[in-house]
């Protein structure tokens, strides 16, 4: 047998049926130190060093990944090399 009951409330009448804290106080300051950093910082985020630093390691990860296909499949060979 299932039974199935559908209770319609707020997340603070939720919070507070449940005996949990009211955290929204806490969310809103959390946010709005959040926004500050980002504001903060927002200067100092330069679209270019970023690119590179990712495109960079794309490139490392991709070399990495072939080594390690030519690695596994040399291996796979018996250890032969072709000419």
């Known amino acids: 047998m ?4 559908d209770i319609e409330c707020t997340p603070l009448e939720a919070r507070t ?11 809103d300051f ?5 926004k500050q950093r980002v504001e903060q ?6 679209p270019e060093e970023i690119l590179k630093t990712w495109s960079s390691f794309g490139v490392q990860a991709q ?4 080594k390690l296909m030519q ?3 040399t291996a796979g060979m018996g ?5």
């Open 2 to 5: 299932k039974v199935t009951i």
């Open 17 to 27: 049926f449940l005996g949990l804290p009211n955290v929204e106080t806490l969310n």
């Open 63 to 66: 070399d990495q990944f072939m």
């Open 41 to 46: 910082n927002i200067n100092q985020m330069q």
């Open 30 to 34: 959390m946010v709005d130190q959040m």
């Open 71 to 73: 690695s596994a499949a």
């Open 79 to 83: 250890g032969f090399k072709a000419p």
